[in-house]
């Protein structure tokens, strides 16, 4: 079963659908007073909004392996007066990668990285790893077919992928969302 797609965003030249974090995030069971992790967020397209959401008793996990893009993020917290967004430089394909506790978290934050790792599993299971019992997963992945836009055919995981990795991590697929024209989403459940 999909949901209705819940980006909403329109590009009025095109009548193309965009991801749209603030839209995503409403349309999730994510609380004030959360723990979140936002796995390879990157400049933090998720990770702001998401620490808007969880207010300031709440806490975003902002991981990647880069530490420029947690510079970026550090700084913009900053000006935004956001102290609830701690950053972690963190390989997420090694076991424990992300320096989390376990069982620790009430969401993860999977967006359009997994196409970036080598070793997807290793991923799947660290985000399922930090999670609570009963906390979810949300994977938004690139999707298959029309490569005009984003990453090589290739590199592209598939929703049957996704489904896959998650059973393997012990995890159970809740629903699918449509996220946008050229993404597909999926909630998992721990």
């Known amino acids: 079963m999909t949901d209705e797609i819940i980006s909403g965003k329109n590009d009025l030249t095109f009548g193309m659908k965009f991801i749209d974090p603030q839209a995503i995030i409403s349309a999730l069971e994510i609380k004030e007073d959360m723990l979140v992790g936002d796995f390879g967020t990157g400049t933090g397209y998720f990770t702001f909004p998401l620490a808007e959401k969880v207010g300031q008793n709440g806490v975003v996990f902002a991981i990647d392996i880069l530490k420029e893009k947690l510079e970026t993020i550090e700084s913009r917290a900053k000006m935004l007066h956001l102290g609830n967004i701690i950053t972690k430089r963190a390989n997420l394909e090694a076991v424990g990668g992300s320096k989390l506790e376990e069982n620790s978290l009430d969401w993860v934050f999977l967006v359009t990285m997994l196409f970036q790792n080598k070793d997807k599993k290793l991923v799947m299971d660290e985000a399922a790893r930090v999670l609570k019992k009963g906390g979810k997963i949300l994977v938004i992945e690139w999707n298959i077919g029309d490569s005009s836009f984003g990453p090589m055919p290739e590199l592209r ?33 721990k």
């Open 157 to 189: 995981v598939s929703k049957e992928a996704i489904f896959e990795l998650a059973q393997n991590s012990g995890l159970s697929i809740l629903r699918e969302i449509e996220i946008s024209d050229f993404h597909c989403g999926v909630v998992l459940c």
